[in-house]
Nanobody
Framework: QEQLVESGGGSLQAGGSLRLSCAAS????????MAWFRQPPGKEPEAVGT???????TYSDSVKGRFPISKDYAKNALYLQMNSLKPADTGPYSC???????????????????WGQGTQVTVSS
């Protein structure tokens, strides 16, 4: 059974760091594309970044340079290292995966067919 399970969320003050983990089934950690999404309070869900099976990560402008994305195939895990956190980074964070290569590796929610349940990040000023 394919699954994604996030962990590592929490509450902290601005300027701090947090690392989110996404434990994935083997088929999903080796899937064509994985991504992190979030939903700031009162806003639409937005992509944080993506990472291809073969290729480097891409990032949204809002997190570029602060939130590196990585994978550990030995641990079947996807990570989001969150640095220099801001109150605007608050919200639930979810990992996602797609095995559909024809969909591309895009920062579009509809292009992902596997999702985790999410983990909450709260950043206070």
């Amino acid at each position: 059974q394919e699954q994604l399970v996030e962990s590592g969320g929490g509450s902290l003050q601005a300027g701090g760091s947090l690392r989110l983990s996404c434990a994935a089934s083997r088929n999903l950690v080796t899937s064509y594309c994985m991504a992190w999404f979030r939903q700031p309070p009162g806003k639409e869900p937005e992509a944080v970044g993506t990472i291809k099976r073969a290729g480097g990560p891409t990032y949204s402008d809002s997190v570029k340079g602060r939130f590196p994305i990585s994978k550990d195939y030995a641990k079947n895990a996807l990570y989001l290292q969150m640095n220099s956190l801001k109150p605007a980074d608050t919200g639930p964070y979810s990992c996602a995966a797609t095995i559909r290569t024809e969909w591309g590796c895009l920062m579009v929610r509809a292009r992902y067919n596997y999702w985790g349940q999410g983990t909450q990040v709260t950043v206070s000023s």
